[in-house]
């Protein structure tokens, strides 16, 4: 499914009611009713969407660790290779001696002759049994470290097996994020058109005058949610920051991009309330709340930025609409739709 054209249409219908408010003076109009079974939907299909985004960035965490054990396996794998050859010369020098020394005379009787004094002797016993130490580690530290070699190379086939399958969950996780976030968007599209047709209806019925029912939005990119979560993030991330520049909400655009990927949110809803409600954090009457969001404190934007986004899907839906801005602001519903919007349409 292609992102661009729903959620563009989503923005453009929004843009058209917001126009068609303006126009006709009506008064508010009582938010729509949501069925218990609508709002059964929305929850299990919220979940699913969470599920989806913490399965992937459980692959993907899986991935990286499984990738950082394959790259210190090949690089011990290489050293024990490098040392491996003048591992080998000392060992099989160190069998030659032994050979030798087994081979020849008594070498215990040689010592004993040879030696001048008992002293000589024991110096000479300390020789000869420092090489055949020299000569048994010398054969102790190739097995070692052939051992070594070998099991390097079994983890290392193991991890690029885990890693294969953690790479078919990242896919699969993946695919069924970018599928759900897509009908999402979807059914945000539909039920932006219909209540711009309730809406024209209303219009129609108190005075006659006609709803433009379009309204391009020039140089404004939709939402793409058939990409990774890294790109999407790189994507919006930069998009949000420059919103944001100068406020107290300065360089926040990688939390928020972060928090409407893991939650299926339009990227650009979060930050845009952030203006409406505060002036994108000059005004806070709670620590760290930019969104009038009840009676909370915050201990970071992180915390806040993750919760705001989390409650908007959970509560509000994928994007804004005239039955999220009346449940928002009840008061003033129609003013913080339409200055939601039009920042929305600024991002």
């Not at 990286?64 to 050859?85: F, S, V, W």
């Not at 060992?91 to 005379?105: D, F, H, I, P």
């Not at 932006?192 to 020039?218: C, F, Q, R, Y």
Request: hydrophobic share 40%; glycine share 4%.
């Amino acid at each position: 499914m292609n992102g661009t054209s729903h959620s563009h249409r989503v923005l453009a219908v929004s843009a058209a009611l917001a126009f068609a408010l303006a126009g006709t003076q009506l008064a508010p109009i009582p938010a729509f009713a949501v069925t218990q079974e609508t709002q059964a939907q929305v929850n299990e299909t919220q979940q699913k969407v969470k599920q989806s985004a913490q399965a992937y960035e459980e692959a993907t965490a899986n991935l990286k660790a499984l990738q950082e054990k394959i790259d210190e396996n090949t690089a011990k794998i290489q050293e024990l290779e490098a040392a491996m050859p003048a591992k080998r010369a000392k060992a099989s020098q160190a069998l030659r001696a032994r050979y030798k020394n087994e081979q020849g005379t008594n070498v215990l009787m040689s010592v004993v002759l040879q030696s001048s004094s008992l002293d000589d002797l024991l110096t000479r016993m300390t020789y000869l049994d420092q090489i055949q130490s020299s000569n048994t580690e010398a054969l102790d530290a190739l097995n070692d470290a052939e051992a070594d070699l070998e099991q390097q190379r079994v983890e290392l086939e193991q991890a690029r097996t885990q890693a294969a399958a953690e790479q078919d969950r990242a896919d699969a996780a993946l695919k069924e994020a970018q599928q759900l976030r897509q009908d999402a968007q979807r059914r945000a599209d539909e039920e932006a058109a219909a209540e711009l047709a309730k809406l024209a209806a209303a219009a129609d019925a108190s005075n006659g005058l006609e709803v433009i029912a379009t309204s391009p939005l020039e140089n404004n990119t939709s939402v793409d949610w058939g990409v990774s979560q890294e790109d999407f993030i790189a994507s919006w991330a930069p998009r949000i920051n420059t919103y944001l520049e100068g406020s107290a909400l300065s360089s926040c655009g990688e939390q928020f991009a972060s928090a409407a990927w893991k939650y299926g949110v339009d990227p650009r809803f979060s930050p845009a309330i952030s203006n409406t409600e505060s002036s994108k954090g000059a005004h806070l009457f709670r620590a760290y709340n930019a969104w009038g969001w009840g009676d909370i404190d915050f201990s970071s934007w992180d915390q806040a930025i993750d919760a705001h986004v989390r409650g908007l899907a959970e509560g509000y839906g994928y994007t804004i609409s005239v039955a999220g801005a009346q449940k928002y602001c009840p008061p003033n519903w129609y003013n913080w739709y339409r200055n939601t919007l039009s920042e929305m349409q600024r991002i």
